[in-house]
């Protein structure tokens, strides 16, 4: 694949031709998509940087996205998630005006895209497959390099720009240092740098994190909670949940083509339902007295069926125990599991992320 940047008007935006059937998103605050899973933002959405509405792509006869409602909030760091193949990049490349939508319609900073690419990517920050650095040239001078193939910026406020932005993601200290020398993690803020060369006030990340060591993936998380803690929003791919969810506000899950869920990370945990196990030898005397308590969907694993397991429901957990003890059922062990966002992705997808990397 070619490496590709996006940092501002880039001759290839907007050069792939218009979406078709691209009726403008408007401010309104509609249903995200009326499908299962699916949450609508109760917050004000009319500004948000990025809304596409029944965003399409078909390569021949594979539907690569399918109808995608993408809504990214002002100020959020927007996790976009999904297994390998989902239809991440793609989604991003049409939203960034470097392939032609099937049909459906991207507002991006307010703009339609992509007509209105000029308007609305010089405010964008883009990592897609990374740039093309030279290894033999050191940081600075690949930053010079790609800096000065970028028509969109100024040449005169170069090396200012430059030192920002090295000095933003922590690399100043190694600007002289040739790129080859650069660890992956080095090399990724340096790309994200790249990004940064202008001010912007959305950050389109895909995959930062990938091929990275734990080190190299910790750096560009702190790097984009940095970013967005200066009110950046932020729009950061990845197949793997666990290395973006503790820096997301929301989080978006494609599968196969399909946004099967997006909404704040609050709105998705609230809508895992949480778990009470409890361990016993009288597991009869032990689901008359959660029973009794409003319990229902009650039943009985583990070795002799001494686990009785249901959800909480509305039941207050301070009860539990106390209503045990009174019905006679000795406690050996008891437990209230809120389930992680890993499990409702599962329970989504039918899939777990790949873990292997
Ligand atoms: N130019 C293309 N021509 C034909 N098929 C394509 C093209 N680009 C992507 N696809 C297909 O579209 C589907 C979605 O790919 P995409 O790269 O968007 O997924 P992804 O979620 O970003 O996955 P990954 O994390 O592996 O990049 C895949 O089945 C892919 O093979």
Avoid: W
């Avoid at 049909?103 to 308007?119: K, V």
């Avoid at 090396?159 to 990724?188: C, H, N, T, W």
């Avoid at 990938?210 to 950046?232: K, W, Y």
């Avoid at 059922?329 to 990397?357: Q, W």
């Amino acid at each position: 694949m070619t490496p590709t940047t996006v940092s501002g008007p880039t001759d290839r935006a907007g050069t792939d031709g218009a979406a078709s059937g691209s009726g403008s998103a408007d401010g309104h605050r509609d249903a995200v998509r009326p499908g299962d899973g699916v949450e609508t933002y109760d917050d004000d959405t009319a500004d948000a940087p990025i809304r596409t509405t029944g965003l399409t792509k078909r390569f021949r006869h594979q539907t690569a996205v399918d109808a995608v409602d993408l809504l990214v909030p002002r100020g959020a760091v927007y996790g976009f998630l999904g297994p390998n193949g989902s239809g991440k990049t793609t989604t991003i490349r049409m939203i960034l005006g470097l392939i032609r939508a099937t049909s459906g319609s991207i507002r991006l900073l307010g703009a339609e895209m992509p007509s209105g690419a000029n308007q609305a990517l010089p405010r964008v920050g883009a990592l897609v497959e990374g740039p093309a650095f030279h290894p033999y040239l050191s940081g600075r001078a690949n930053l010079a390099r790609l800096d000065a193939v970028d028509r969109g910026t100024d040449p005169r406020t170069s090396r200012q720009r430059i030192d920002a932005a090295l000095d933003r993601v922590g690399l100043l200290p190694a600007a002289e240092k040739r790129f080859r020398a650069y660890s992956l993690g080095m090399r990724q803020r340096l790309a994200i740098a790249n990004a940064l060369l202008t001010p912007r006030e959305l950050l389109v990340l895909d995959e930062p994190t990938n091929g990275l060591d734990p080190q190299g993936t910790r750096e560009v998380r702190h790097l984009v909670s940095e970013l967005a803690a200066d009110g950046v929003t932020v729009l950061i791919s990845s197949h793997l949940l666990s290395e973006v969810e503790q820096i997301c506000t929301h989080i978006g899950v494609m599968h196969v083509g399909r946004l099967l869920s997006q909404g704040s990370v609050e709105e998705l945990r609230s809508r895992s339902r949480p778990t009470v196990t409890v361990r016993t030898d009288q597991p009869d005397r032990a689901l008359t007295a959660l029973t009794a308590l409003g319990m229902t969907d009650l039943g009985r694993e583990g070795p002799g069926g001494t686990h009785v397991v249901g959800p909480l429901g509305e039941v207050d957990p301070r009860r539990i125990v106390p209503a045990l003890v009174a019905e006679g059922a000795d406690v050996l062990g008891f437990a209230v599991d809120a389930p992680s966002l890993e499990d409702l992705f599962v329970e989504l997808t039918g899939e777990g992320f790949d873990v292997s990397g």
